[in-house]
């Protein structure tokens, strides 16, 4: 009798299958195999024996597997990963495994690619964009998309060049390996506490076994420092680090820290990677040449052939949470993949996640604190603005305080920075003859304006359009007006009281690559920049020695909405961004604008009084059965066609299921009601820890056949309640 195998196939749709295993083919579980289903092939993962549910297919029914592919078998920790995984999101194995596999480019694919450099030899004929072109390539190889952009020409140009073999091709591996990293290349000197940090956590990578820490360091302790001597050991012992970062803005930053330390750059890992690229990465780090990866969540689930020790930056940052497909939270799952795996895990953050410090209180993970700044910079000066009595203008946003602190840093030659988490010009629009408010056709939510682009845009699906001169309602030219500040608008109100100044908008839209952002980086450095207004984006990581004034618009907009963790959220956002200023020789200066100047949350930032305010929100959680007290968890049912969506969302709410530690609200229309054209019905779920949670979603959702235009997405432990 043939061998059989059952095989986890990468298709969400389709069960686990059963196969055989012809003689000249060999796989162990974790194998990655390409199989046929009906006229097709896919692509499968052979699993453990009697761990995927269903029947035994008739020996005589098996067909072969096509082909095992040639790359390392998925190790066992990362089985039981994904197992866990699928199971604690309540997401289908198979699109957890996708997220492993991520990308068909990096197993399949060409290995070689070509590149273009100069010969040498000269052209027919010089013009002066050819020899500009020839000038600008001195050196570089690259694709000819690439070269064109460096060089300025287009590909055009270069064909001809390449045609006359002043440009000639090169064959290179893609799978050629990456710099070594050096662990002793530039080890500076640590401080005293970062040093007692730094040895805990070396000798975590050297036992090598499960231990969750908390580096919990205020802004500027030099956590990145400490955590790089682990990184070190790991090096040493010949293991494969991940560092997970939250955006891929601050990355620029951090490779440069990372060069300096280690003498070579670590291998990224993100969502806009060439496929060439992604593709030598995903083998390198499967075949553990990659020593450190750098990467944004999803290279959490990449298969290291030697993990042995995971870090997770601001581990506290929500863009860790993945909203759409599997809704896993990347901070989370790092300390599981540390478990199965046997590893140290290393959350830093300088203002944890209440979760992650109560995690830490109960003794489960272990506390490391960096109290004070390195080389003896002070903790900023943080004084409130109240808007109540300090009003600005109408059509203003800057407060007196604040617009004099601008001018002060102005006059000495330093920096400012003006944080309002709200991209482009004014969040709403609206026509002042007939009221008409522009809403994005597919969303329930208004369209934002934005001056520089001259688009009005939706934040949640991507629609945007022009901004008319008349109101499409009354037909009113010239009618239209801006509703509350974007930071477009807060720039142009610093252009108009400092002419003078150079002022800098800092959000996802303008440092939208790394080039860009790295750009930024420099020009800020450079002292270029007076003036920086931007979003969430510059609150962490951006260290600007000569910035010494922070202000923030409105400290009140994050506790508008009222979810769950609007105070968190805001105290984090103001701490951090607080956190930028005053990290050189020069001490900082923050002034937060607020109507509410005696919110706990408020009080506790101007008081310093970090304890405070988590000690106060540790209470409202408990009272309100939140996390890390209960467990909460959303189920969103939708569906292009309204009645379909809510019939079926009733159907659902009439087989609940009962039970004392968990109680189900809903269904009721999501506060997001429209959601890219699908209109959305919701209920959440607030449970004891007690409960099985997933164990009932699922049951509840399996007895369930809903139409083929209805989806369902769960949402356990959801950082969005929209
Ligand atoms: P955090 O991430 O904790 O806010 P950083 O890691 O950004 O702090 O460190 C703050 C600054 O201090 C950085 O410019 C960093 O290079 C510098 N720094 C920290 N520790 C050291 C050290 N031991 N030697 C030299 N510079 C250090
Ligand atoms: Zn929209």
């Not at 699928?86 to 590149?115: F, Q």
């Not at 690559?513 to 020009?523: G, Q, V």
């Not at 920049?529 to 409105?554: A, M």
Request: charged share 25%.
């Amino acid at each position: 009798m043939k061998p059989r195998v059952r095989l986890l196939i990468l298709n969400a749709a389709l069960g686990p299958l059963d196969y055989s295993v012809p003689e000249t083919l060999v796989v162990e579980p974790g194998s990655v195999v390409i199989a046929p289903l009906g006229p097709r092939k896919v692509q499968g993962i052979v699993w453990d024996e009697g761990r995927l549910p269903g029947a035994d297919a008739p020996a005589a029914k098996l067909r072969p597997i096509v082909e095992v592919v040639p790359v390392p078998p998925l190790a066992q920790p990362l089985r039981r990963l994904i197992e866990w995984t699928a199971d604690y999101y309540c997401a289908p194995l198979a699109s957890v495994a996708r997220m492993v596999l991520s990308s068909g480019g990096a197993i399949g694919g060409p290995s070689t690619t070509t590149e273009y450099r100069l010969s040498g030899g000269a052209p027919e004929r010089m013009t002066a964009q050819r020899a500009a072109a020839i000038e600008a390539l001195d050196s570089e190889q690259a694709t000819i998309r690439e070269l064109a952009e460096i060089a300025g020409v287009s590909e055009g140009v270069l064909r001809g060049l390449v045609n006359q073999g002043v440009i000639e091709p090169v064959t290179v591996a893609i799978d050629r390996p990456y710099p070594p990293a050096d662990p002793d290349h530039h080890q500076p000197a640590l401080s005293a506490d970062q040093l007692r940090v730094a040895k805990t956590l070396v000798r975590a990578v050297e036992d090598g076994e499960y231990a969750p820490f908390l580096l919990d360091g205020v802004t500027g302790s030099g956590k990145t420092e400490t955590y790089f001597e682990p990184i070190a050991q790991a090096i040493r012992l010949g293991r494969q680090v991940l560092v997970l970062l939250p955006e891929i803005a601050l990355t620029e930053n951090f490779l440069t820290r990372f060069e300096e330390r280690f003498g070579a750059p670590p291998v990224l890992w993100h969502s806009s990677l060439k496929s060439t690229e992604r593709r030598r990465a995903w083998r390198a780090i499967s075949e553990g040449s990659a020593q450190v990866v750098v990467g944004a969540r999803s290279a959490l689930f990449l298969p290291y052939a030697k993990l042995g020790l995971i870090v997770v930056d601001e581990a506290h940052e929500i863009s860790f949470k993945q909203d759409d497909g599997v809704r896993y939270n990347a901070r989370d799952v790092s300390v599981m993949r540390a478990r199965f795996e046997g590893m140290p895990v290393i959350l830093a953050s300088a203002t944890p996640a209440l979760e992650s410090l109560h995690m830490a209180t109960s003794g489960i993970y272990k506390k490391l604190d960096l109290p004070s700044r390195f080389g003896g910079a002070q903790l900023p000066d943080i004084k409130l603005v109240d808007l109540t009595v300090e009003k600005p203008g109408a059509g203003r946003w800057l407060a007196q305080p604040l617009v004099l602190g601008i001018e002060e840093r102005l006059a000495r030659g330093e920096q400012s920075l003006l944080f309002l988490n709200r991209r482009g010009y004014a969040p709403l629009t609206l026509c002042r003859t007939c009221g008409h408010r522009f809403k994005c056709p597919n969303c329930s939510a208004w369209l934002v304006e934005h001056r520089l682009s001259s688009r009005l845009a939706c934040h949640h699906c991507g629609f945007e359009g022009p901004v008319p001169h008349e109101c499409p309602e009354c037909g009113e030219k010239d009618a239209l007006v801006a509703c509350g500040p974007g930071v477009e608008r807060i720039a142009d109100e610093v252009g108009e009281l400092f002419p003078e100044a150079r002022v800098a908008i800092a959000t996802s839209d303008t440092l939208n690559s790394p080039d860009k952002a790295a750009e930024f980086l420099e020009t800020v450095q450079n002292k270029a920049i007076d003036v920086i207004v931007g979003t969430q984006l510059v609150t962490k990581g951006f260290h600007f020695p000569e910035l010494t004034l922070v202000g923030v618009v409105d400290a009140d907009l994050g506790l508008e909405g009222g979810d769950l963790r609007a105070a968190e959220r805001t105290y984090q956002q103001v701490a951090q961004v607080a956190g930028r200023a005053g990290r050189g020789s020069k001490p900082g200066e923050v002034l937060i604008q607020t109507r509410h100047t005696d919110a706990p949350v408020i009080a506790a930032l101007a008081n310093g009084d970090r304890d405070a305010f988590y000690a106060a929100e540790t209470d409202a959680r408990r009272d309100a059965g939140a996390p890390p007290f209960g467990r909460w968890a959303s189920i969103i049912l939708s569906s292009e066609d309204d009645r379909e969506a809510r019939l079926a969302a009733n159907r659902l709410g009439d087989t609940r299921p009962r039970a004392d530690d968990l109680y189900i609200l809903g269904p009721a229309p999501a506060p997001m009601a429209m959601l890219r054209g699908r209109y959305r019905y919701r209920f959440l779920i607030n449970a004891r820890r007690t409960a099985n949670l997933q164990e009932t979603i699922r049951r509840w959702l399996d007895a369930h056949d809903f139409p083929p235009g209805v989806r369902v997405g769960v949402d356990v432990d959801p950082y969005s309640f929209v």
